[in-house]
């Protein structure tokens, strides 16, 4: 993040200098850039985290509910404090960085009105805690990898669902008259399926049909091996695939900056040594 934000400060230095709030932008955004800050914001969100989770227990709301009300609109308040102030850091660029616009958007759905038909409005505090994403860099790393391997993901899906619609309408052939309550239908087979899918209760399922089919094992078997070792096991890969590529992406960065550093110090050395040549009498 602070990669980032020195880019954007290089990009427009001369709208900074050029506003009367210049000294005041520099030195709040030095103050919410600073590891103390972002240390204690993480800590924030986790004891936030931690009592919305003590609200939903009956006997703990009517011992300290008012204690635990107070401690969640005060994490409220210095949200919201903290979004104002990049506000005003920032600016309109404050929406360029996506993961600003993530916590404007779980921050401002914790002030809506949580009364009436809105009220369920009011379970979704808990998406306060997932600013933690925002603020660790290792889970924005992983975020980002998964948003990667979203592309291949979709051909995946598609295959996917190829197969259990193929699969599904053979099944409610096959077994429908056999158990209807598991494939009467093409939706009841396509939700057994997915259930057969995730390896949940399928030995259950086929056992029931093989009473009246011997044989229908080999579909079971079948489906099981194309749908779960093998279609899944490419989710698997793709994923593992966009982390690694992620992680070679940010080690080639900070390889590239490290070598910008020392290149750096190697001009700056030369440049005194030139200095000190000139300066020596002759």
């Not at 049909?209 to 080999?218: F, G, L, N, R, T």
């Not at 750096?264 to 200095?275: P, S």
């Amino acid at each position: 993040m602070r990669a980032d934000l020195s880019r954007e400060r290089a990009r427009s230095p001369n709208r900074s200098a050029a506003s009367p709030w210049a000294p005041g932008r520099t030195k709040l955004r030095a103050f919410i850039e600073s590891e103390r800050f972002e240390r204690a914001m993480t800590a924030l969100i986790v004891v936030n985290a931690a009592t919305l989770g003590i609200e939903t227990s009956p006997e703990w709301m009517s011992r300290h509910g008012a204690l635990l009300h107070a401690i969640d609109r005060a994490a409220l308040s210095v949200f919201v404090a903290e979004l104002l102030a990049r506000l005003f850091v920032f600016r309109t660029r404050f929406f360029h960085d996506p993961w600003r616009v993530f916590d404007f958007v779980v921050v401002g759905i914790a002030l809506l009105p949580a009364a009436g038909a809105f009220s369920v409005l009011r379970a979704l505090r808990i998406l306060r805690v997932l600013r933690l994403v925002s603020l660790v860099p290792s889970m924005r790393g992983v975020v980002g990898a998964l948003l990667k391997a979203l592309p291949g993901m979709a051909s995946i899906i598609g295959l996917l669902a190829l197969v259990l619609y193929v699969s599904a309408v053979l099944a409610t052939k096959l077994f429908g008259p056999l158990a209807p309550h598991f494939f009467g239908t093409l939706g009841l087979s396509l939700f057994t399926l997915f259930q057969i899918m995730t390896v949940e209760g399928w030995p259950d399922i086929a056992r029931e049909v093989m009473v009246k089919a011997p044989q229908a094992w080999v579909f079971f078997v079948a489906y099981l091996l194309i749908a779960t070792f093998m279609v899944l096991n490419l989710f698997i890969a793709v994923v593992v695939n966009a982390m690694q590529a992620q992680v070679s992406a940010d080690l080639k960065d900070e390889g590239e900056a490290h070598a910008r550093a020392i290149l750096d110090e190697v001009r700056a050395l030369r440049g005194e040594i030139e200095q000190l040549r000139r300066s020596r009498p002759a």
